[in-house]
């Protein structure tokens, strides 16, 4: 079973709106971290966030962390067109060690 | 130079054939991966390797094997290639201990007919 289900599947914004995913989980993590993936190329890790943190920046992204909730969230601050490209969630196991990808949101932001 | 370098990028063949893909890095990197994307699935996880001849199953090992003989290459290989198998393919890499991020390669497309 994967988990780290992104959502939304797709979101599409204006160039200069915020843009807001967010990425659920089910067991204990070590940590999460997001990777970006521009179309049919290889994802690109943008930033890791642990399971003692609850917030972390990263230039126009801001990430964070609800352990209680099981969830973590990702917020690109006045998005560019060029930050078109999918979004994926990978969560580090705490048990195994595992890093499990969820399904992605795809971003689309307008010119 | 690319850090991670998939061989090839593309490949088109036929039910039944044997495909290997190729990996090779860099980065001197001891973790090496092979997953599987198919649309609206995400990633999935085929094989890891943590070190040379170290080899483990992922999520959906079967109808692969993989090779590590060497540190910087791990190869994939699909014995007897079926068109559920088409797909595109990222090599991954990780060094132990150092801040959990994954690199991966540009991918392989490949297309079984």
């Known amino acids: 079973s994967q988990q780290g289900e992104e959502d939304p599947q797709a979101l599409s914004i204006q160039e200069g709106e915020n843009a807001t995913m967010n990425c659920s989980y089910k067991t204990s993590i070590n940590n999460l971290q997001w990777y970006r993936q521009n179309s049919g190329r290889g994802l690109v890790h943008l930033i890791l966030?642990?399971?003692?943190?609850r917030e972390k920046h990263s230039g126009r992204l801001r990430v964070t962390l609800d352990t209680s909730k099981k969830s973590s969230s990702l917020l690109i601050t006045a998005s560019r067109a060029a930050d078109t490209a999918s979004y994926f969630c990978?969560?580090?196991?705490?048990?195994?060690?595992?890093?499990?990808f969820g399904k992605g949101t795809l971003l689309t932001v307008n010119p | 130079d690319a850090d991670v370098t998939q061989t090839p990028r593309n490949r088109i063949t036929k039910t039944g054939k044997r495909i290997m893909l190729e990996c090779s890095q860099t980065k001197g990197h001891d973790r090496m991966y092979w997953y599987r994307q198919d649309p609206g699935l995400g990633l999935r996880l085929i094989y890891y390797?943590?070190?040379?001849?170290?080899?483990n199953k992922g999520e959906i090992s079967d109808g692969y094997s993989v090779s590590r003989q060497a540190q910087a290459k791990f190869s994939l290989s699909l014995e007897s290639a079926i068109p559920n198998q088409t797909a595109l393919y990222f090599c991954a890499t990780e060094k132990t201990g150092d801040a959990d991020t994954q690199y991966f390669g540009p991918g392989t497309r490949l297309t079984v007919l």
């Open positions: 390797s943590f070190d040379v001849k170290d080899i």
């Open positions: 966030i642990r399971s003692n943190e």
């Open positions: 990978a969560k580090r196991s705490r048990s195994n060690y595992k890093l499990t």
